[in-house]
Nanobody, 113 residues
Framework: QVQLVESGGGLVQPGGSLRLSCAASETIFNDMGWYRQAPGKQREFVASIGRGGTTNYADSVKGRFTISRDNAKNTVHLQMNSLKPEDTAVYYC?????????WGQGTQVTVSS
């Protein structure tokens, strides 16, 4: 049973930055990623990173968000810059282990003036 614990959410003004972190309870060999879910909307892909560092981003965050991981610490991070009100959502960390998808509890990000 893999546990994922996110941290780093909060309230930020438009144009500001936040850094999310996710700690896994064990070594993860597969991709790790971030999804988000805004009120009344479906959960959507944000970014993912392979163990070797290959990254993928949703078009809506390219150039503003950067995903990284520290394999030694079993952590993944999401640096979010130039935040917009439409980035407001609960952000979830995710990974797959032995064919099962795991999710963290989510962390709220609110972008508002």
């Amino acid at each position: 049973q893999v546990q994922l614990v996110e941290s780093g959410g909060g309230l930020v003004q438009p144009g500001g930055s936040l850094r999310l972190s996710c700690a896994a309870s064990e070594t993860i060999f597969n991709d790790m990623g971030w999804y988000r879910q805004a009120p009344g909307k479906q959960r959507e892909f944000v970014a993912s990173i392979g163990r070797g560092g290959t990254t993928n981003y949703a078009d809506s965050v390219k150039g503003r968000f950067t995903i990284s991981r520290d394999n030694a610490k079993n952590t993944v991070h999401l640096q979010m810059n130039s935040l917009k009100p439409e980035d407001t959502a609960v952000y979830y960390c995710t990974t797959r282990v032995v064919g099962r998808t795991y999710w963290g509890q989510g962390t709220q990000v609110t972008v508002s003036s």
